[in-house]
């Protein structure tokens, strides 16, 4: 396994020279770049990014991006991979931090329980996810891997990018939201890794195509009718966690059993405090995050990370069971696990809709015009005759905007 994005390219572009890398236009395969061409145009960006502290790499998902994002990184440059829909971050802003990273990359974390952070990951511990995504799901020089995830994101660099190149399959770029019902057919992939929000997109637009032997779900929690629904079409599912601080995938199930049943990666190493946090180590872990030596104090000590998950381990398999930030604590001490009683609302109002503290009241915050407060204040009240005083409901908000959520769907219920 190999330590260094140079060792990386040097060997995958020598074994898989002439065979397709990127592929942006799948009506002309014949523009793909090859292995051999993408280490020639890394080195030659390199060359072009010379005198640079800090690269800021922006912009929609493409080969350029990929290309800028290698050479800034085996530059030995301070390597920021932005979103598309971020605000844009000059990189004078990182340079006028003494903190300072050569050769590392930061990823924006999604923000589910506060404001984007910026993790500081090594090019071994991104290396090695993707070495760890091959020892649990093996990929070969014949598949296709299409890329419909932002590769700002690590999720989809280690599983659309690092890994397949690993392996000297092709990496397809697909075209973005606009492409979404298109993609799969066009592309024809053999493997798909997808966000939940994605997967049941494709599902109700009938848009996965008949060569797909491989769906990959992360980044969130998934309903498990829609993952059945992937089975029962005779493709092999994969249902993987991970986060950002960890350079992606730390447990994977196995097709034919429980989805939510996931072996550990190698070398992981997990442990269960009281409260039902999940800890982790693994060689995989973050060097910290960017500028902020509290917070990763707060959440990594002596190499194992506070990961806010709760999960159990049963039968040597890891479930994830909830995030601590989705616990409301009242004041009598009880807790209620927001998630299964948002699945219950939703059904009752037909409405996104979100549960939070404020001012110590439990209150449902619901996307939905001011007229309709008499409607689902009755809908409400009729909720809580089934309730325990511990769970009614006792305040209630209307919002005409949507509820702020992460780009894989979760509830930023900070925010709220």
Not at 146 to 160: A, E, Q
Not at 290 to 296: K, V
Not at 319 to 346: H, M, Q, W
């Amino acid at each position: 396994m190999e330590q260094t994005f140079s060792e990386f390219l040097d060997r995958i572009c020598k074994q898989y020279a002439h065979r397709p890398a990127i592929l942006e236009k799948p009506d002309h395969p014949e523009s793909a770049v090859t292995y051999a061409a993408l280490r020639q145009k890394i080195r030659g960006r390199i060359r072009e990014l010379e005198g640079r502290r800090t690269v800021v790499v922006r912009g929609v998902s493409c080969a350029d991006w990929i290309i800028t994002m290698f050479a800034a990184a085996e530059g030995g440059h301070q390597t920021v991979l932005e979103s598309a829909v971020d605000p844009e971050i000059p990189a004078a802003a990182f340079d006028a931090v003494s903190e300072y990273h050569p050769g590392r990359l930061l990823f924006f974390t999604s923000g589910t329980t506060g404001t984007g952070k910026a993790v500081v990951l090594s090019q071994a511990a991104l290396l090695g996810s993707a070495w760890n995504g091959q020892q649990m799901l093996p990929c070969d020089s014949s598949d296709r891997i299409l890329s419909m995830l932002p590769l700002s994101h690590v999720f989809g660099f280690v599983c659309t990018l690092l890994w397949p190149l690993s392996q000297g399959a092709c990496v397809q770029i697909g075209s973005g939201m606009r492409g979404f019902a298109t993609d799969p057919g066009a592309f024809r992939p053999t493997i798909l890794p997808v966000v939940p929000s994605l997967l049941s997109y494709l599902l109700k637009a009938d848009a996965l195509n008949p060569e797909l032997r491989v769906i990959l779900v992360g980044a969130g929690p998934c309903r498990r009718e829609v993952l059945a629904s992937v089975t029962r079409l005779g493709i092999d599912l994969y249902f993987g966690y991970g986060l950002t601080e960890t350079a992606s995938g730390l447990a994977i199930s196995q097709p034919g059993t429980d989805p939510f049943a996931m072996w550990l990666c190698p070398d992981t190493k997990i442990r269960i405090d009281e409260s039902g946090e999940l800890l982790v180590r693994t060689p995989c872990m973050m060097e910290g995050y960017f500028d902020d030596p509290a917070e990763t104090a707060a959440r990594l000590s002596g190499g194992e990370l506070r990961t806010g998950d709760l999960a159990e381990f049963r039968d040597g398999k890891l479930f994830i069971t909830g995030r601590k930030s989705d616990v409301l604590v009242l004041e009598n001490g009880e807790k209620v696990y927001c998630p299964e009683a948002e699945a219950v609302l939703l059904s009752l109002l037909g409405k996104d809709a979100a549960l939070t503290l404020k001012e110590g009241v439990r209150t449902l915050v619901v996307n939905a015009p001011a007229s309709d407060y008499d409607t689902i204040a009755a809908k409400i009240a009729g909720y809580n005759r089934e309730q325990p005083l511990g769970k009614k409901i006792l305040g209630l908000q209307l919002r005409r905007q949507s509820l702020p959520r992460t780009v894989t769907g979760k509830i930023q219920r900070w925010k709220l």
